[in-house]
């Protein structure tokens, strides 16, 4: 784990920055004394020395498991003992039927579902009095997972848990600034926060000896405490019970803004509250899950989306709406304050005035606008500001619309303050950096499915066409979207499906949508120092290193005056990959079918060597790609091998090519750098692009050629993705994207999703392959400048913060 994602604090700070925000109040000094007097009188704390008397308890013959036992034992005597002084000292406050959270120990590891093939491991947890827990119900698109108490006749939802202890016999080595129970703590966040998307946060302590230091866990990292002794410090560790046995859910760090319900069927669904633009409340519940990338850190963006409907009762999980029926597509994640993003509605709004100052009717205007996303809602949930809105009536939402003159232009951004925030650092070991992430939410008035589930070459490539076409527009105007990938490029299904649908043109059957413009910018915005976000597998090779590649040799002359800066082809570039990883990924069905597994396996072998090379997920392993795209001959190979896939008739034999007329491309654009204007500006001129947008239309025709081709087999699964096949005989597996059903579009759904499936990771000097572990030998290029250091492996590749 990172150790950017850790932030050290006093322990008085850890309560005023972490806890008392949402509202609970710490007891005064005069009450902690009053309850320490009682735990003595109680027989809890030795008279004298004011130490725990259940640590006085020990047995040196014990084995290391009795001893863990004991100690788990000793601390379970000291939480009840503090919560029943507190009860009969301060009864105004700490009444036993204001207990919202019991407490019990923890003898073995817990083995969620939510996390497959993933333990973590408690020895305590405090979890809610009220159990949530319903016989014979089970998951839905919330989480619903139980643990047996051990010290009830009750089962435990994992939802309940609100806090959770790591205890250890002694203290970590020395060194280990956080302890040797950091993995432990960070391990047990990363299972609660993903089963149950109503936390925000986490809470744990660990305890190393009698050394204790509290754990704040959320989206934004971790806040830990400087480390105190509970006998010498006991005062703390009374407050730390008292908060985690009678703290409400708010105070605990439960988002009200997210409610688990169950549904008709038994299942469990979320219900969202969203804050729509005329400041009313409605409230969606879940339908089905389309995305959960969330559980590989608990300190990341958690991005889940849903399909929901409009329910007119809070709380009532069957409460469907009968005015408003539709189904809408839902995203709730979490943005950080120093990324170099907007809201997408926020973008769409430039976009909007960008487009209708460059189009020539209001036709044309409604011909490009109809590809990007309809939101009906996007914000930051703010519940304090939420509370003092109008519940929504029945009637259904409109999509946020920027076609009236009273719309206003939104402001641009001011760098000067982003500069500044994100040069905000470490002051000593305790002052956090300003990461803090805050939860968004958007609605949006469409479910539509993502390239990432499209496997009919007719329609992917349709697609493509429509997202070319909408880049060029975007060219015209200046803008680029820096993360072209196949979970922002989506589909929606516009006509319904019947037998009149059949044979229509797919322009009247699907519509393309432009997805994710948080980091859509202005070319004229652009700067060499932007972070190198995009998805690694479709990434223009530019970019990684800052280098234009296809520049003359004496550029290198001139120094810093011209500098590096994003441009419109590096999108362009993205779709050109994308378009060569489905040409690599797929196989004919009727090849399959006809020919003998042994004669095809070589073939397909030697395509899924050249596919895990120009695709190693890693810009450390680049070399290929690079030439890929600077070299002919590499192209000229893999037209080959394409060519014995598909056969000479297929245009997707011809991929290759639309690389070497995007090389030209950029040849022809990056020859101009020692033109004035492209020394003056420190980039190369918009203009230059202009000039060379015939590309556009190169990738356009291609892609259409492509379409037509294999138009009269939609529907019919004419390819069958490689990864689908069982390469020890050729059988093709059963899968729901790649099952042939006739005249069906793609099951709908909105998402953000990586590939389908991992690739296989380039290593040095090697590829290992699907057929027996065969190799191909490879170069490995050492990474230049400082892009090792700014680029990690991940969907997003960001610069990396010191």
């Not at 409400?248 to 669904?269: A, C, H, I, K, P």
């Not at 229509?504 to 972070?531: G, N």
């Amino acid at each position: 784990m990172e150790a950017s994602s850790f932030f050290r604090c006093y322990v008085g700070d850890f309560w005023e920055k972490y806890i008392e925000p949402n509202g609970y109040r710490r007891i005064s000094s005069e009450d902690v004394a009053a309850i320490v007097q009682r735990l003595k009188k109680d027989g809890h704390l030795m008279p004298r020395a004011g130490r725990w008397k259940a640590f006085a308890e020990r047995n040196a013959q014990a084995s290391e498991s009795e001893k863990y036992e004991l100690r788990r034992a000793q601390i379970a005597s000291i939480v009840e003992g503090v919560i029943t002084a507190a009860v009969e000292t301060l009864r105004e406050r700490f009444g036993e039927k204001d207990r919202r959270c019991l407490f019990e120990c923890r003898g073995s590891e817990e083995e969620p579902s939510e996390i497959q093939s993933a333990n973590y491991h408690v020895d305590a947890i405090n979890y809610r009095a009220a159990s949530s827990c319903v016989k014979d119900s089970k998951r839905g698109c919330a989480h619903y997972t139980v643990v047996p108490s051990t010290k009830d006749k009750r089962d435990i939802d994992t939802a309940d848990i609100t806090a959770s202890w790591q205890i250890a016999l002694k203290a970590g080595p020395a060194g280990n600034t956080h302890g040797n129970l950091k993995e432990r703590s960070v391990e047990t966040a990363r299972h609660y926060l993903f089963a149950d998307l109503r936390r925000t946060c986490h809470h744990s302590i660990t305890l190393e000896g009698t050394t204790a230091r509290f754990w704040h866990h959320s989206r934004s990292g971790a806040a830990v405490s400087d480390p105190f002794d509970i006998n010498g410090n006991k005062n703390e560790l009374i407050q730390w019970i008292l908060f985690t046995s009678f703290a409400s859910d708010y105070e605990l760090g439960f988002d009200s803004t997210v409610t688990r319900v169950m549904d008709n069927t038994g299942q469990w669904q979320y219900q969202f509250d969203v804050l729509h633009k005329d400041r009313k409340v409605r409230t969606y519940q879940t339908v089905k899950a389309l995305l959960e990338r969330c559980y590989m850190s608990p300190y990341n963006r958690a991005m889940r989306v849903f399909e929901v409907r409009r329910v007119t009762e809070k709380g009532n999980g069957d409460s469907f709406s009968k005015v408003d029926t539709d189904t809408y597509a839902l995203q709730d994640y979490w943005c950080a304050d120093y990324e170099q993003s907007k809201a997408e509605i926020d973008v769409q709004r430039e976009l909007y005035w960008a487009l209708k100052a460059n189009t020539r009717s209001t036709e044309e205007l409604r011909e490009v606008w109809q590809h990007f996303m309809e939101i009906l809602a996007d914000g930051v949930m703010e519940w304090k500001d939420m509370r003092n809105c109008m519940p929504g009536s029945a009637v259904a939402a409109e999509p946020i619309a920027y076609n009236e003159d009273k719309v206003s232009r939104a402001p641009k951004d001011d760098r000067a303050n982003e500069a500044f925030y994100r040069m905000l650092g470490w002051h000593v070991n305790y002052a956090p950096r300003s990461v803090a992430r805050k939860r968004r939410r958007t609605l949006h008035a469409h479910v539509c499915v993502d390239l990432v589930r499209v496997h009919d070459p007719a329609v992917f490539f349709f697609a493509l066409d429509q997202a070319t076409f909408v880049l060029s527009w975007l060219r015209r105007i200046g803008w680029l979207h820096r993360d072209i990938s196949t979970g922002n490029l989506m589909l929606r299904r516009i006509s319904l499906e019947d037998e009149d649908s059949i044979g229509r043109p797919l322009r009247e059957r699907y519509q393309f949508k432009l997805h994710d413009l948080e980091y859509a910018l202005e070319y004229s915005e652009t700067s060499p120092d932007d972070p190198r976000m995009g998805t690694s597998d479709f990434l223009a090779v530019e970019v990684p290193e800052s280098t234009y590649k296809f520049a003359p040799e004496s550029l290198g002359n001139r120094g810093p005056k011209v500098k590096f800066h994003r441009n419109f082809f590096h999108d362009l570039e993205s779709l050109a990959w994308i378009a060569l990883d489905f040409a690599t990924t797929h196989v004919p069905r009727h090849t399959l079918l006809s020919e003998e597994w042994r004669d095809l396996m070589p073939t397909l072998n030697n395509m899924w060597q050249r596919h895990c090379a120009l695709f190693p997920n890693k810009v450390e392993s680049w070399t290929d790609r690079v030439d890929f795209l600077v070299d002919p001959e590499p192209r000229k190979k893999l037209a080959e091998i394409l060519e014995q896939v598909y056969g000479a008739g297929s245009p997707l034999s011809k991929m290759p090519e639309i690389f070497s007329a995007l090389r030209d491309a950029y040849a022809a654009v990056e020859s101009r750098v020692s033109n004035a204007e492209a020394l003056a500006r420190g980039c190369l001129p918009a203009g230059a692009f202009a000039v060379h947008a015939g590309i556009y239309d190169v990738f356009r025709q291609a892609f259409r050629e492509i379409s037509d081709y294999y138009a009269a087999e939609e529907g019919q699964g004419p390819l069958v993705s490689i990864r689908h096949i069982d390469w020890s005989n050729g059988k093709i597996y059963a899968h729901r994207d790649i099952k042939p059903v006739a005249k069906v579009a793609p099951k709908a759904v909105v998402t953000v999703a990586p590939k389908a499936m991992a690739k296989v990771a380039l290593k040095a000097k090697e590829i290992k392959t699907p057929v027996e572990g065969a190799k191909v030998a490879t170069k490995k290029r050492k990474a230049s400048g400082d892009s090792a250091a700014n680029l990690r492996r991940s969907k997003r590749l960001r610069k990396v913060r010191s």
